[in-house]
């Protein structure tokens, strides 16, 4: 298995480069306001959205256990709900994230070369950059006192960041 620092200097996506230049990508963390932004800009743009966080489970599902080995046994943990893969070593679910960025890939390409704004938490930022210009990816973080102001019930907003 590589290390994401290795995953990082090879590069697997740099091939893509070029092959998306219509996408704007939206990362970030969790009530970050990714979702809200993408469709601010669909609404005023008319731009088409790929909200990754609803298909996420659709990606990790489409893992091939020998392509996407972290992701394969990432999805068993990824299923069972948010707080769930909350708990799992950070460097795996990030391992499991870069991964299906291939499927992510896939998906977009068939979607055609209208803009498209692709948002969402399984994003990696580090893919991103290696299909796209800086220029058309932002990674948005949100306070706690944003957090709570947002999504009050949010599980994931219930105790701070630092809590975690």
């Known amino acids: 298995m590589t290390s994401i620092r290795e995953d990082l200097t090879d590069k ?3 091939g893509a480069n070029g092959q998306f230049p219509h996408v704007y990508w939206i990362t970030g963390g969790s009530c970050s306001g990714k979702s809200s932004l993408a469709d601010e800009l669909s609404e005023h743009h008319g731009l088409q959205v790929m909200h990754t966080d609803r298909i996420a489970s659709k990606l990790f599902e489409r893992a091939d256990e020998h392509r996407h080995p972290v992701a394969h046994t990432v999805w068993p943990v990824f299923k069972k709900g948010f707080l769930s893969w909350m708990r799992l070593q950070p460097s795996r679910l990030y391992e499991g994230i870069y991964e299906i960025f291939e499927l ?3 998906d977009i390409l068939a979607m055609g070369t209208d803009p498209v704004v692709v948002e969402g938490m399984v994003i990696s930022p580090m893919a991103a950059v290696e299909v796209s210009s800086m220029d058309r990816i ?3 973080t949100g306070t706690d006192d944003f957090l ?4 009050p019930n949010h599980p994931f907003v219930k105790r701070s960041y630092s809590e975690w």
């Open 12 to 14: 697997r996506y740099a």
């Open 104 to 106: 992510l890939l896939e």
């Open 138 to 140: 932002v990674c948005l």
């Open 148 to 151: 709570r102001l947002q999504e």
